[in-house]
């Protein structure tokens, strides 16, 4: 039978192996290269475009009823004339 703690052992150096390995420092090299890169792209959380959307709506209704304002004041003073 397997002695648990050699077992243990084994799986400890292994995982200590793989964390020294080159794919731990290609691992971190590509999460670094990635981070740039969306930084460059000038991307927005998902929380922050739905925040934009929310007021965009807002905007638009406020604007139809603007318009809707304008023109009824535009009929009044085109029957004035």
């Known amino acids: ?7 243990e052992e084994f799986s400890n150096r292994m995982s200590a192996l ?4 080159p794919a731990a420092d290609i691992e971190k090299n ?3 290269m990635m981070s740039g890169f969306f930084a ?8 922050e475009f ?7 709506a807002k905007t638009r209704e406020k604007l139809e009823t603007l318009e809707a ?3 009824e004041l535009e009929k009044q003073l085109g ?3």
Not at 40 to 47: A, S
């Open 1 to 7: 039978m397997i002695d648990p703690k050699a077992f």
């Open 18 to 21: 793989l964390a020294a390995s």
């Open 30 to 32: 590509v999460r670094s």
């Open 40 to 47: 460059k792209l000038d991307l927005v959380t998902r929380e």
């Open 50 to 56: 739905d925040i934009q959307t929310q007021v965009l």
């Open 69 to 71: 304002r304008v023109g």
């Open 79 to 81: 029957g004035k004339s």
